[in-house]
C-alpha cells in the first residue's frame, strides 16, 4: 500500500509559477509510476503529466513546454514544476500512482489507470 500527500498549491498570478508536490510513503516512488491530473469546477478529471517506471515522462499537450514533473529519490517526493501558468491551469490538482505495467506511455493517460490517488492541492491562476 502507498500513501500520497500533496502539497505546494496556491494562489497565483497569469504567467507565475508554482512547484507541486507529492510525498510518497509506503514504498519507494520509483515502484511505481506516478502521474498528476488535474480537475477543474464541471469538468472531467484529466491527464496533466506522467513519469513511467523507467523514469520517461509524459505530458499533456495544453502543457508541454511549461510543466515538468520529476522525482527525488532522497525525499521519495514527486514534483510538478508548473510555469507560465494559465487562467485555464485552475484546478485541483491530484497526484496518482500504479504498479508498473510495461504499457506505452498513453496508458497512463486515463485516470482509471491509476490505484492509488493522493487528496488534491487547488491551484488558481488570475488573470
Known amino acids: 500500500q502507498v500513501q500520497l500527500v500533496e502539497s505546494g498549491g496556491g494562489l497565483v498570478q497569469a504567467g507565475g509559477s508554482l512547484r507541486l508536490s507529492c510525498a510518497v510513503s509506503?514504498?519507494?516512488?520509483?515502484?511505481?509510476?506516478m502521474g498528476w491530473l488535474r480537475q477543474a469546477p464541471g469538468k472531467e478529471r484529466e491527464f496533466v503529466a506522467a513519469?513511467?517506471?523507467?523514469?520517461?515522462?509524459y505530458y499533456a499537450d495544453s502543457v508541454k513546454g511549461r510543466f515538468t514533473i520529476s522525482g527525488d529519490n532522497a525525499k521519495n517526493t514527486v514534483h510538478l514544476q508548473m510555469n507560465s501558468l494559465k487562467p485555464e491551469d485552475t484546478a485541483v490538482y491530484y497526484c496518482?500512482?500504479?504498479?508498473?505495467?510495461?504499457?506505452?506511455?498513453?496508458?497512463?493517460?486515463?485516470?482509471?489507470?491509476?490505484?492509488?490517488w493522493g487528496q488534491g492541492t487547488q491551484v488558481t491562476v488570475s488573470s
Open positions: 496518482a500512482a500504479r504498479a508498473p505495467s510495461g504499457g506505452l506511455g498513453y496508458s497512463l493517460r486515463p485516470p482509471r489507470a491509476y490505484d492509488y
Open positions: 509506503g514504498r519507494t516512488f520509483s515502484s511505481y509510476e
Open positions: 513519469r513511467n517506471w523507467n523514469g520517461i515522462t
